[in-house]
């Protein structure tokens, strides 16, 4: 477990060959760890820590982006502008967010975007589910 609380093993938990996703997170230990998870996973991977340049990259790949995971608060442009930004484009695709927020009347407008939503700090567990809910709709 590294400082934040996050499990360090990366042993594959699901299979996600054929899957394109961006990890969105100003945070480098939580970029990181995803981003090595996902890879691991069999995932095709790309990494950001601001959110205007994966909106960017975004905007040329989206035809083949299948899932986004990003955090809520983050400077400038937040996970829930991220994601309004990014249905714009493509209204279907899959969202995990994950949240540091205590107040369940906003985590639960996360939700109404369309997001599975994850607490800080979530346990490995937690990301597989929704990543699980995620892929099976």
Do not use: W
């Not at 996970?79 to 209204?91: D, F, T, W, Y």
């Amino acid at each position: 477990m590294d400082k934040n609380g996050l499990i360090k093993d990366t042993t594959p938990p699901v299979n996600l060959e054929r899957i394109n996703a961006f990890i969105v997170d100003d945070d480098e230990n939580v970029l990181e760890f995803m981003t090595t998870l996902l890879k691991d996973s069999g995932a095709n991977v790309e990494s950001y820590g601001v959110p205007e340049k994966a909106l960017e990259g975004f905007k040329d790949k989206y035809g083949c982006v299948d899932l986004v995971f990003a955090d809520h608060l983050m400077p400038h442009l937040n996970g829930n502008a991220l994601i309004q930004e990014m249905r714009e484009i493509k209204p279907e695709l899959n969202f995990i967010i994950a949240t540091g927020l205590c107040d369940q009347e906003k985590v639960e407008t996360l939700g109404e975007e369309g997001a599975h939503v994850i607490a800080k700090s979530f346990h490995i567990h937690d990301f597989i589910d929704a990543l699980k809910r995620c892929l099976d709709k």
